[in-house]
Structure formats: C-alpha cells, structure tokens
C-alpha cells in the first residue's frame, strides 16, 4: 500500500473503511469522544505502518482490524494503569497550598545548602575541616580545633576565612551558625 506516499491514496483508503473501523471501535469503547480519537489513531498507526501490508496474507480490512485491535488493546492498557494508579492514591491525603508552600521552602533551603558545599568543596583543606565541624557537625571551635590538632586561635582565623568565601556564594543564613563568631 502506498498511503502515506499518495494522499489520494489514503483518503480513499480511508472512505472505504472509515465506518468499519468505527464500528469496531465503538464496540469496545464507551465514550465517544475516546472513540474518535481511537478512530483517529487507528489511521494514523495505519498509515505509519502501511508498508507492512501484504495482500498475500489478508485482505486489507483483515490488516486494519489488525491495527486497531493494538491501538484499542493499548488504550485500554494504559487505561487500566490509570485506574490502577488512582486507586493506589485514593483515600491518601494529597499536598495542599500550605503542603506546597512547607516544599517550596525546603527545596530552597537545601538549594542554599547545595550551594554551600559545592562552595566548600573548593576551600583549602584546612578551612574545609574546620568549617564542616563546625557548621555541619556541631562542634565548638575548640572541640574542632582540638579534633584537627590545632591551636583555637588557629581554627578561629580559618573558620573566619571559610565563612568569608562562602558569603561570596551563598546567603549568610547558610554559613552561621549560632553561638559562634
């Protein structure tokens, strides 16, 4: 069949099956609507796999009848997924606007947290250590500075350059930590 080389072809072709696929399909459908539209994707499917038809095997009605079985078998497959999905949410409490608004925040919250440690992971190591003991882990400057084997004075000053860099990249909300200078 040339259909979807010859668009006289095709129309014909069209013409003279048009009311058997509806019929077809309307036998297996209920919604009119999904009936066109199954209508309209039989031909389509038709028309992409036209190469496909040999008269030696069948008439060309038999072949079409071939196509749309696949076409409405995969609807209703997909169909019957949906249900099957819906029914697996139904009765599940489902996010509202404050829901929705509580995840926005946390996406950026942890947008800004991204940030941070991607920012973090281009500091010196020395720097690096003390800030994720310190922000990160929770420890005083002294419990990171007896932790690295360094001098208080020492983790304060690197904790101080940390927090510089970091301002540059993030918000400073991200990098404070309270109690601490």
């Known amino acids: 069949m040339r259909l979807n080389e010859d668009p006289a072809a095709f129309e014909a072709f069209y013409r003279r099956h048009i009311d058997a696929v509806m019929r077809f399909v309307v036998r297996r459908v209920n ?3 999904l009936a066109a539209d ?3 994707d039989i031909f389509l499917a038709a028309l992409d796999s036209a190469h496909t038809y ?4 069948g008439s060309e009605i ?3 009848y071939g196509v ?4 409405v078998s995969a609807q209703l497959r997909r169909t019957a997924r949906e249900a099957q999905l819906t029914s697996r949410v139904a009765g599940r409490r489902l996010m509202d606007d404050d829901d929705l608004g509580r995840m926005v925040e946390k996406i950026d919250a942890e947008r800004q947290m991204r940030h941070a440690l991607e920012a973090m992971r281009d500091l010196p190591e020395g720097e690096r250590a003390v800030l994720e003991l310190v922000a990160i882990d929770q420890l005083s400057v002294a419990e990171a500075a007896a932790a690295l084997g360094i ?3 020492t983790a304060r000053v690197r904790l ?9 990249v993030v918000s400073p909300s991200a990098v404070y ?3 601490q200078a």
């Not at 040999?54 to 095997?57: A, D, K, N, T």
């Not at 749309?68 to 076409?71: D, E, H, I, K, Q």
Request: glycine content about 6%; charged content about 30%; aromatic content about 4%.
């Open 38 to 40: 199954l209508t309209a």
């Open 68 to 71: 749309a079985r696949n076409v």
């Open 31 to 33: 919604d009119p609507h």
């Open 54 to 57: 040999r008269p030696g095997r």
């Open 160 to 168: 101080h350059r940390a927090r510089r860099a970091l301002l540059e």
């Open 62 to 64: 038999a072949w079409l």
């Open 177 to 179: 930590v309270e109690g």
């Open 151 to 153: 001098r208080q004075v």
